[in-house]
């Protein structure tokens, strides 16, 4: 007889099996009844869990978001600053910026799902607050404001993906050079060092696996 699941292995199970499904249709397709198949339980039991769809596509995001971030920091922790900044800026893979792009569109209508976006995105913030802040410590370039550059960094690298990924008017190796290029100049960094890095993007593991 199998192993009868905890709670919070059935609740991860739960979560898991909405994030393939939301691969798949995007956060709006999804249904409860659709992920109790996916599973394998009955309807009733997803509502154990999560009151309403809403709730458990924003606890879908955040677990995988929250996952991700943290494969993210270890991974940057191992690299040189210039290099962490290059991956943390490079193009993300396809299948995660669709990903975003869903969400950031499902968040008008869902207001969990809008507030688990806020709450990476201010994350994210951070995360590159701390590497232009390496970068300065290491006497690599120059920032007034780090916080600034953050967030002027992020909104350019966004709209940028969007343009390569949703759009398709640019592609990869523009994409980066447009957003390399603005993060050098910002930084005061030397012309070119973060296009020579080259590394692969820290992000998208969650969505591209």
């Given at each position: 007889?199998?192993?009868?699941?905890?709670?919070?292995?059935?609740?991860?199970?739960?979560l898991r099996a909405t994030l393939r499904l939301v691969a798949q249709k995007g956060f709006a397709g999804v249904t409860l009844r659709?992920?109790?198949?996916?599973?394998?339980?009955?309807?009733?039991?997803?509502?154990?869990?999560?009151?309403?769809?809403?709730?458990?596509?924003?606890?879908?995001?955040?677990?995988?978001?929250?996952?991700?971030?943290?494969?993210?920091?270890?991974?940057?922790?191992?690299?040189?600053?210039?290099?962490?900044?290059?991956?943390?800026?490079?193009?993300?893979?396809?299948?995660h910026l669709h990903v975003w792009i869903d969400a950031w569109s499902e968040a008008v209508r869902t207001p969990a799902l809008a507030a688990a976006?806020?709450?990476?995105?201010?994350?994210?913030?951070?995360?590159?607050?701390?590497?232009?802040e390496r970068v300065i410590s290491a006497g690599l370039g120059?920032?007034?404001?780090?916080?600034?550059?953050?967030?002027?960094?992020?909104?350019?690298?966004?709209?940028?993906a969007v343009q390569h990924h949703a759009v398709g008017v640019i592609g990869v190796e523009e994409a980066n050079a447009i957003v390399f290029g603005l993060a050098e100049r910002q930084l005061r960094l030397t012309p070119g060092s973060l296009g020579r890095a080259k590394p692969a993007p820290v992000r998208g593991q969650w969505a591209a696996g």
């Open positions: 007889m199998a192993e009868r699941k905890t709670s919070d292995e059935r609740r991860d199970e739960i659709e992920v109790a198949t996916e599973v394998g339980v009955v309807h009733g039991l997803i509502r154990h869990y999560f009151a309403t769809r809403d709730e458990l596509v924003a606890a879908a995001f955040d677990l995988a978001v929250s996952s991700e971030l943290d494969s993210d920091r270890a991974l940057l922790e191992g690299l040189d600053p210039l290099t962490a900044l290059t991956a943390w800026l490079a193009s993300t893979p396809e299948d976006l806020d709450r990476h995105h201010l994350d994210c913030e951070r995360i590159l607050i701390g590497l232009i120059a920032s007034v404001d780090p916080a600034a550059d953050s967030r002027l960094l992020t909104a350019v690298a966004d709209g940028v």
